[in-house]
């Protein structure tokens, strides 16, 4: 009897040490991640599954090399065919928007809809990134990685598509990929993160296959709503600005003197009004003089029949985008190509039904988004962004100043537009989050440019804890730790989370910023009084990390409602 014990004792414990080889490492507790990363993600190869096998875009030395030598050529010809043309924009547009194409030619879609290239392809695998080489490591995003760090590898999956082609046949895919993870990891529920143009899938992917199968989704820095970007330049809405081209140089130049430099000499030229009616002037000349043929000859026969690129045109552009590149163009579009594109336009108009329809069958859905950037230099619109979506976008809907502006009511409480019971107000009057399509489930950082997510300097703290998440949970859940309003110190390359109902300059928290709190701040300026923790993050308005007397005449200033 005790030897069958035995036997039976130690057949169950090799069982069980054959379980623990056999079964996924997720099941002990971290929930697998799905990440979905932007445009230009994943890598393109051409003749793919071929000897002659090439990598599009490869980055390298010599790929930028050489896009450095011909385009240098192209436009040192161009200008001077130019000049000796006496302004002959189409001599210039023979030089230069030859070279262009040639980077273009490879990935563009022909206006029907069909690729120009046929042969073009790319990797997909559904093994986790704990069997990814390090080449293939180094490409994955900060999402990707941080959650490794945090739950390990083996828990991270990254799905690769094609960025060009239609949303909604990239959610398919999306849709196989995420059951193959589920069958891998014997989970019920995944996570995911969407990042930049990822978000169009991941919307796509809700509408046609809803919540079910997954746990937490983070749109983060999402293009799900569109950018300017894209609509300026499918509406022909494009000016060239002195003063966004020099905010856009200084947001570049991330302690280069170089482009610091550049910006001085730009600011010099757009506070000087003879200089930028001589220069800029000739400038802007200068670009819409080559846009006809840039169009003609460049963006119609390459993009307007990219279905990736019409889901990132927001929807109130989408008509008119149609109407300036086929009709004003004599094109006729394509009755299955329009049909195409207008199904994903009309997911993107009806997004907030389609996540209330996934967070109805048990996913948690969340926005974590970037402001107080400039955006492309492209048109004279100074939108509150993170450097490549505007943050009204990104958030689907909030109320956000003008970049370097404030909402209106400096030195007392801005009134949110719609009132729920809670303030959905960023400290420094910026942001009315009250009015996006999900104000309880959408974060905000200041000066988080799009790809700057990082692990070491707390910008990705927000999104882990929102992954991690075993309820749901929204922006008063820990208001604390994770309130909806977080500051990215650019000099500190620090993120933290800033606190709630306080005003910017109201050091002496009376709820009002007044004489009163200038006078308090030349003293916690001066070293008379230290000041408070709260005191540094609502005074120090320059957001250098320190208290001066620079933050003291800015308070003084907003307590006098003019600029600072």
Same mark, same amino acid.
């Given at each position: 009897m005790k030897t069958t014990k035995r036997i039976v004792c130690l057949t169950l414990a090799l069982i069980m040490a054959g379980l623990a080889f056999v079964m996924p490492v997720s099941a002990a507790g971290a929930t697998p991640l799905v990440m979905i990363d932007g445009i230009g993600s994943t890598k393109l190869y051409k003749n793919f599954g071929t000897e002659e096998e090439e990598l599009i875009f490869s980055g390298d030395e010599e790929f930028i090399k050489g896009i450095i030598e011909d385009a240098g050529g192209a436009l040192l010809g161009g200008l001077? &065919? @130019?000049?000796i043309g006496n302004k002959d924009f189409d001599a210039l547009a023979d030089k230069v928007l030859p070279v262009v194409n040639k980077y273009l030619a490879d990935i563009g879609f022909n206006p029907d809809g069909t690729p120009v290239n046929e042969t073009i392809g790319f990797y997909r695998t559904t093994e986790p990134v704990s069997n990814y080489t390090e080449e293939q490591k #180094?490409? *994955? &995003?900060? @999402? #990707? *990685? #941080?959650y490794a760090e945090k739950h390990g590898e083996e828990n991270v999956y990254n799905f690769t598509y094609d960025w060009r082609a239609?949303?909604?046949? $990239? +959610? !398919?895919? *999306? $849709?196989? @990929?995420? &059951?193959?993870? %589920? +069958? %891998?990891? !014997?989970? %019920? %529920?995944v996570n995911m993160v969407a990042m930049s143009q990822g978000s169009t899938v991941a919307l796509a992917y809700l509408n046609a296959f809803g919540g079910h199968h997954l746990k937490n989704i983070v749109f983060a820095a999402p293009a799900w709503q569109?950018? &300017?970007t894209v609509g300026d330049v499918f509406t022909n809405n494009l000016e060239l600005d002195a003063f966004t081209l020099e905010n856009y140089l200084v947001q570049l130049a991330n302690g280069s003197a170089t482009t610091h430099i550049a910006a001085f000499i730009i600011s010099f030229i757009a506070t000087y009004d003879g200089l930028t009616r001589e220069y800029l002037g000739d400038l802007n000349g200068f670009v819409t003089g080559i846009l006809p043929r840039t169009y003609t000859d460049s963006l119609i026969p390459y993009f307007v029949g990219m279905p990736g690129m019409w889901s990132l045109c927001p929807a109130e552009d989408y008509e008119a985008g149609k109407e300036f590149l086929f009709d004003s163009h004599g094109l006729k579009i394509d009755p299955e190509y329009e049909k195409k594109i207008d199904a994903y336009h009309d997911i993107q108009v009806n997004a907030k039904s389609v996540v209330e329809n996934a967070m109805a069958h048990g996913a948690n859905f969340y926005i974590v988004c970037g402001y107080n950037c400039q955006m492309p230099p492209i048109s004279p619109e100074y939108e509150s962004s993170d450097a490549v979506i505007e943050t009204r976008y990104m958030s689907g809907g909030a109320t956000c100043a003008k970049y370097l502006q404030s909402n209106k009511d400096w030195g007392k409480i801005y009134t949110q537009k719609n009132k729920d019971g809670h303030n959905h107000v960023s400290w420094d009057a910026k942001v009315d989050a009250s009015t996006c399509m999900f104000p309880e489930y959408t974060w905000f950082i200041k000066n988080q440019q799009h790809n700057n997510y990082n692990l070491e300097n707390g910008s990705m703290d927000i999104v882990l804890w929102l992954l991690d998440s075993n309820e749901r949970v929204t922006v008063t859940t820990d208001i604390e730790n994770y309130p909806q309003f977080w500051l990215h110190n650019t000099y500190k390359r620090t993120t933290k989370p800033m606190p709630v109902d306080e005003i910017l300059g109201d050091v002496d928290s009376s709820t009002a910023v007044n004489t009163l709190d200038a006078r308090l701040a030349l003293k916690l300026a001066s070293g008379q009084i230290t000041p408070s923790e709260l005191q540094l993050l609502i005074g120090d308005i320059d957001e250098d990390g320190e208290f001066s007397t620079e933050d003291a005449r800015s308070i003084l200033c907003i307590a006098a409602g003019v600029d600072y």
């Open positions: 001077i &065919s @130019f000049g #180094a490409g *994955l &995003s900060t @999402f #990707a *990685l #941080a239609d949303p909604i046949e $990239n +959610a !398919n895919q *999306l $849709n196989e @990929f995420i &059951s193959a993870v %589920k +069958a %891998k990891t !014997n989970c %019920k %529920k569109g950018t &300017s």
